[in-house]
């Protein structure tokens, strides 16, 4: 006898939350999609591709089985999980939260705890990739907590993602995934410092483009945000703002575990030198603008 | 009428020039290869496989079309070139000088006016690549100076890389080799601190090793390197103290330019480090002991 | 007709607190001398000259017109503050609480809160200076909160320090205390590269202090901490976990700012460096040893 | 009997150079002050109070016993002495040499052995302090190289400078001075960050000038460039692109020696990016503009 299809929710529908959710909404898998967004009119589309629409984080989770979140920040995952009419207050025995946004360690837990405590059952799942990942179905999800709540939403993670990891007790994916974004965060500022020296000594950057997908650093990051850097302009994919938060976070876990890393410091800075000129709301490729200092 | 095969010479002989010598003599594309290395000793398996060996650069010069060198930093390049019995002392009008070292600028348009003085045609050759691309042929070989000889050598660069760069008058070579190593040297620094995050975290090395993989940022470098990271083990392939000089001279050559490069800076400190803790002959990759503090 | 005389607590026996007590008990300017302390072992020499001991900080604010408290961080001072028998429990219409911890912004915000909810009056006092100077009643106090409070506990203000400042706001005092501290942290790692260098460059230490001492950059934390850096002992008068705690806080507020500090974003990576190797306890001046890289 | 008096002479009327020279004029110590300058123009001054002005450094030192030089940087100092008339041409036996510039090891070395070639006597003598110290006669110098020279020209050193240190062989003031310099240059960077840090939080910055100056850390540069970044106005005493000069220089000896730096290479990343910004001869203080970042 068949498994009966779950009712899934959906809280967040910024760049990476709207194309996950219309991800399962497309796979046919699952029996409902219930979406929220704090700003509602960003719900429409998905509405009229079939997607039910709820007026509270509360009654998304109260109408689903499982409800998945993608929020921006620590500050907006805890509001949308604990605030009046949040999450938490719709959740009863069973039901799962799976909270996809990156946050710290701190934030997860106090979520985590405040749905196992009404008897939920709690993950945490922040991802790998941005934009086009998310569009495509290829999010790399690291995930951490209930392993019972994993295993029931495979189905759920096989349409937004590759690859699903499961990390180990509630925290162990904010962690990783910080490690990786603080990774990505440095290797950009050094893709950055790259280009701005090659342009300044006179050298081609698409020869050095060319050059760097030959070796030993070819990677996909380099080749894609390459062209935006030579034209300078950088549509948001993960908004710069973000990649500075993670880097932030990231440095404080390794304040907290006495691990110095001075290269992600420095880059740190530069990240906080782009947003100071404005552009947190830019990819984050735009850290190149912070190589660019003439008055 | 088939051209006349060139003689070619090659001097230094360490981990990089050994395999490319042997592959310009594997080619059978040469009338003859000659090679000199300061410990003459280093001579004798390339000796046995077919090689001529002279006993100073002057006279691999003398007796050769086309002289490559590969030689292990600026001062050693000027000495080989410059000092007596030098390659510069062998050159006559017509014979070429490629000086595949990675060095800077100031040195490779001292060296260039050299050979060029005497009649000679000069052309810069830095190369992407480590010990295995070197022994595979797969180098990445950025050229600059004398255009014709970088037609002539075509065959000799094709045995020794998979692709070669013509990017300009002498000194944009240099200029690209450094641009492309430290990107590579903060990017190696970015990676190991987030293997020790990780690893300090409770994370297991492996799993973001495979995340990695995964992802916009997957790369050989990360996958060739993260074992040798996790063991904590790191035979040279490209040593830790060339890296180090690499960022020196690039943050030398951003400091000439008005370039800010705190990244580069912050990672150039690392290698420092790991060079006073006596690693400057163990594989780049040992940076990652710089993040390890434990008294 | 006189004022009556004070009632005064303390809270906080550290290296500090304890200083700072007795120069309150010493000053014979109130009618009583409260003290507490986690570990009430510590209150034995300060009951030996005269103070009364309390149990818990609640006991202490019961029995004063005005407590003050001094403890090691953020989250010492919320306990304090804010735990069962804390502080807060104590207070009630028209008592005053000075908290001279230097603690962030949120911190002070939030015990300031819970004391006037109560009606009692707040201000933040946080110290620039170490042991001798609470010794000494050389302190510099920065404060920030209830003017009137300000204003009453002048007397002791002036048994404390040499110098109190009214900032503004609650918070006020918090912000100038981390730029203060910050100024120091990264200003000592500026002295201990110099003075680490002059070492690895054959010069006397020595010589290098008698010529900074007569220069535009002389300043009595130099002439202090250069022979304790030449001796390499540190005993402790400002903990450097301390010093550290206050960078991470300051490029924290630095962040939520957007003000680039990468001086002080490389500092702090040395002092996370000191205190990996075990340092947390010493002097901060032992920022010096991660200067010292041998193996 | 008296000794007879020196006729010395002076090769550099820069800001620094020409307040040193009047002072050795208005001292009446000596026999005769002999000037020259690249551009000659800026002699007159001086003619007009007595001095007399040649029109090459070898004439300058052809007229005097002992010639001092104040220059720009490495590549003026070479210049000067070692160009086609420069000082070594006019050198003697005898004759005494001493080059107050700062520059590194090598240049001072090359000079040195230069002069002591044709029989001269030379001394490196840098110094620590800018134009107001320079005219004030308080200069604190740092010498080495021919102890003879040294005891020679102690009135000379007496007008000049308010102290004066005989450090060792030729090489040793150079790094002296270098390491003093990075000190000066990372102390500075700390500052600013503190200045920007205290504005952007609502604090006046002149609180923070006021609360530094009572504390551990007063110094009389703090006081002295305080009210200059308040009114971000920066007439060069010290100009930027010189102390990143030495900056520069002072990592470059950390390089040689494998002492990481961290702390200077961060603010030495601040100074380009102030001098990218055109403030390469505004006063060193300009950094501060470096963490001014709104677009």
């Excluded at 909270?99 to 991802?127: H, N, W």
């Excluded at 893709?191 to 060319?210: I, P, R, T, V, Y």
């Amino acid at each position: 006898m068949a498994e009966a299809k779950l009712n899934v929710g959906f809280l967040g529908l910024g760049i990476m939350g709207e194309a996950m959710a219309r991800n399962l909404l497309k796979s046919g898998l699952f029996a409902s999609v219930t979406v929220w967004n704090r700003t509602l009119s960003k719900c429409e589309p998905l509405k009229s591709e079939g997607a039910k629409v709820a007026d509270t984080p509360a009654a998304v989770v109260a109408a689903c089985d499982v409800t998945f979140a993608m929020l921006a920040d620590p500050d907006t995952a805890l509001a949308v999980a604990l605030g009046d009419n949040g999450a938490v207050a719709g959740i009863s025995a069973g039901k799962g939260y799976v909270d996809m946004s990156t946050v710290d360690e701190a934030c997860s837990s106090k979520i985590g705890a405040a749905v196992t405590a009404k008897g939920g059952r709690f993950l945490e799942g922040p991802v790998s990739g941005s934009k086009k990942p998310a569009i495509d179905g290829q999010l790399v999800i690291m995930a951490a907590g209930d392993k019972e709540l994993f295993d029931l939403v495979q189905p759920a993670f096989g349409v937004m993602g590759k690859r699903s990891f499961y990390l180990g007790a509630t925290g162990a994916a904010a962690r990783m995934k910080l490690v990786v974004n603080m990774v990505m965060g440095s290797m950009m500022g050094a893709f950055c410092e790259g280009m701005a020296l090659a342009d300044k000594a006179g050298l081609e950057q698409s020869a050095l483009l060319e050059i760097l997908g030959l070796g030993a650093m070819a990677n996909p990051m380099f080749a894609l945000k390459g062209p935006a850097i030579q034209a300078r302009a950088y549509p948001p994919a993960f908004p710069l703002k973000h990649q500075q938060k993670d880097l932030r976070l990231a440095l404080a876990l390794g304040d907290a575990l006495d691990v110095p890393l001075p290269v992600a410091a420095a880059a740190n800075e530069c990240y906080k030198e782009a947003k100071a000129k404005g552009l947190g709301d830019s990819d984050f490729a735009a850290v190149y603008e912070s190589t660019q200092k003439k008055a």
